[in-house]
C-alpha cells in the first residue's frame, strides 16, 4: 500500500511516525504502515455468499451462504485472538459482508475490544438503516468498490444498476457520518475510467480512493490478459499522482493510495527526484519505513471457514485453520517453512528482484502474482514496471 497523497503531497513526514515510536499500537491508524512491529492487519472474509458476481473476485463468491462458515460464538472466540495478539485492524469482507447476518454484531464485539474494524462492500446493501447501524457501533471506515462509471461498472458487477445502488450506499454512510471510500482495480477494460473516479470524489466530497492493481487469484485469474502492460502502468500511476496533486493544490485533499504493487514506491520516488522535490529523501526514509509487500508478515486472511492465508488473494496454501488453534500461534509458528520464508523473503527472491536497489523499499513485490504467471513463488513480480537501468544501483 503506497500513500501517493501522504507521500507526493507532503501529509505526513518521518518525524509524524518516528514520534510514536513506530510500534503499532502507539500508532494511529494512518501511520500503521509505517511501525517496526508490523503486527498484522487481518481480512476476515466473513461469508462467500454475495449478492452480484463481479468477474474479478478473488474469492469466487457464491449466491448463497453455506455450513463451513464460522459460527458466531467462533467468530467472536477469533476476534478475542486477534485483539489480544495485538492486531490494530479487522477488515471485514467476503463475498459480501452485509450478506452476513451478525456482521453487525461481529463488527461491534471487533471495536469493544480495541480493533480498528473495517469493511469492503460493493456498497449496494447499505441501506439508512444498515449505516446508522454501523455508525452506531463505531466502525472506522467503509470502503466501496467501484470499477468504473455506470456503464463500466455494472459490467464488473454482472448486474445492471449496482452503480446506482452503491452510490447510494456512499450516501447513506456519508448521512450517517461514517467515513466512506473507493476501491478501484486497474485493467485494461476500465483505465480510461480513473479520470472520472477523481472527478466522482469531487462530486461527492469522498475522501479516500484506493487503486488496486490486478493480482491473478480467484476469477481474477481468467483477466490475465487485461492487465496493464507495463507502459499503460507507468501511465496510469503518472496519471494518479498528477490528480492527486491536482485536488491537493485546489485546497480538495483527498487521501489516495496505490495497492498490490509495491513498485510504485520507486517509481514515486524516482519522479520525485527526477523533479528535483525537495522532499524526495525523507519520501524514500518513508518507504523504507514502509517496507513494501508485507502478505505473512504484516498483513494476513482468514477464510469464512477459519482457514488462514499469507493474504486475500493466496487461497491455495493455508498455514492452518483457527478451528484447530489459534491465528495467533499459526501465524508465530515459522517451523512452516514458507510462512518463515515470507517473513524474510528478501532472502529468498530471485533473477532481478534478487539484485535490484529497491529490494528493501519494494519488499519483493508481489508473490502469488508472479507464482500465478511462472509457477515460483520466488520469481520475480511480472507486473513489476521498473526498468532494468532503474533498479540498477
Known sequence: M???????CGTIEPSDVLRY????G??????????KDKKPVVVWNVTRACNLNCIHCYARAVRNRNDTELTFEQGLDLIDDLAAFGVPVIL???GEPLMHPDLVKLA???VKSGLRAVISTN?????????????????SYVGISLDGMEQVNDYFRGRTGAFQDALRGIKNCQAAGLKVGLRFTINKINAAEIPDIFDLLEEYNIPRVCFYHLVYSGRGSDLVDQDLDHTETRRAVDLIIDRTK???DRGRPVEVLTVDNHADGPYLYLRMSGENNPRAEEVLELLKMNEGNNSGKGFGCINWDGSVYADQFWRHYSFGNILDRPFSAIWADISNPLMAKLKEKKKHVKGRCSKCRWLDVCGGNFRVRAEAVTNDIWAPDPACYLTDEEITA
Open 2 to 8: 503506497i500513500g501517493i497523497s501522504k507521500l507526493f
Open 21 to 24: 515510536g513506530r510500534l503499532s
Open 26 to 35: 502507539d500508532l494511529p491508524s494512518h501511520l500503521l504502515q509505517f511501525s
Open 92 to 94: 471485514f469482507s467476503g
Open 108 to 110: 461491534s464485539h471487533a
Open 123 to 139: 456498497g449496494t446493501l447499505i441501506t439508512e438503516q444498515k449505516a446508522a447501524e454501523l455508525k452506531e457501533i463505531g466502525l
Open 246 to 248: 491536482d485536488l491537493h
